[in-house]
């Protein structure tokens, strides 16, 4: 079975800390993901990557860089946590050319305070 | 900016009654469209999608959707809703545009939360 992973359920920060959230696929895929969750806002993009060390900024990257070193993890990086960060951050991943559908992890749901 | 509109963002129903929530894009050139639910404490998971083809595409559990191009519409479909149906459902569209020379985004819609009353 396909699993895409974050490694934290639940996260609670201070504001000015830095984050680290994980996120892994099994499945070898090339694309990754990086969205958060926010209610009536649905799903938005904060960056994505479709090949090792390579990334691309989404629609709301202020705030927030990635990591891609292999290609199975794919990491976001809260340099200095605002409480407008707080959300629910869901990793995903799929194949090239995004016939294949997208595979999400559970989430991770980020406090900051 | 391309973008995704669910009009109805609370709907209730009771058992059997028929669904039909709305999702219009932005969009003029070639897209995908997808559907995507979210149940209580799970992760997002695809319901449907459409590539090309016959307009009208079925998914799993009962649950359809046309694509009417001239009006920018996805619309979702059930003739008959169950209470397990209660979820969080997101339309999203993917613009035909390379990115890098090398993939699509995928634009979701702000979702349509459904309560299902037994």
């Known amino acids: 079975d396909v699993k895409v992973t974050q490694s934290s359920r639940y996260l609670v920060k201070r504001t000015g800390e830095k984050v680290f959230l994980e996120c892994v696929q099994d499945?070898?895929?090339?694309?990754m993901f990086w969205y958060r969750q926010d209610p009536g806002l649905g799903l938005r993009l904060i960056y994505f990557?479709?090949?090792?060390?390579?990334?691309e900024k989404g629609d709301i990257p202020e705030g927030y860089s990635v990591s891609r070193e292999k290609k199975e993890r794919f990491s976001l990086i809260l340099e200095s946590a605002s409480t407008n960060q707080t959300s629910m951050y869901l990793c995903?991943?799929?194949?090239?050319?995004?016939?294949?559908?997208?595979?999400f992890g559970s989430g991770t749901q980020l406090s900051v305070l | 900016a391309q973008s995704v509109s669910q009009h109805n963002h609370h709907v209730i129903l009771s058992e059997a009654a028929s669904l039909e929530l709305g999702c219009n894009y932005s969009y003029g050139g070639t897209v995908n469209l997808f559907w995507y639910v979210q149940y209580p404490g799970q992760h997002l998971q695809l319901l449907l999608k459409y590539f090309s083809g016959d307009p009208l595409v079925k998914g799993i559990k009962g649950f359809e959707a046309e694509f009417i191009k001239s009006k920018f519409s996805f619309n979702l479909r059930k003739p008959s809703v169950q209470w397990s149906d209660t979820a969080e459902y997101f339309c999203?569209?993917?613009?035909?545009?390379?990115?890098?020379?090398?993939?699509?985004?995928?634009?979701f819609g702000t979702g349509t939360l459904l309560a299902v009353q037994p």
């Open positions: 990557s479709y090949d090792v060390k390579m990334k």
């Open positions: 499945m070898d895929h090339e694309n």
């Open positions: 995903a991943s799929n194949n090239r050319g995004l016939e294949e559908k997208l595979f």
């Open positions: 999203a569209v993917s613009p035909l545009v390379r990115y890098g020379g090398a993939t699509n985004k995928l634009i």
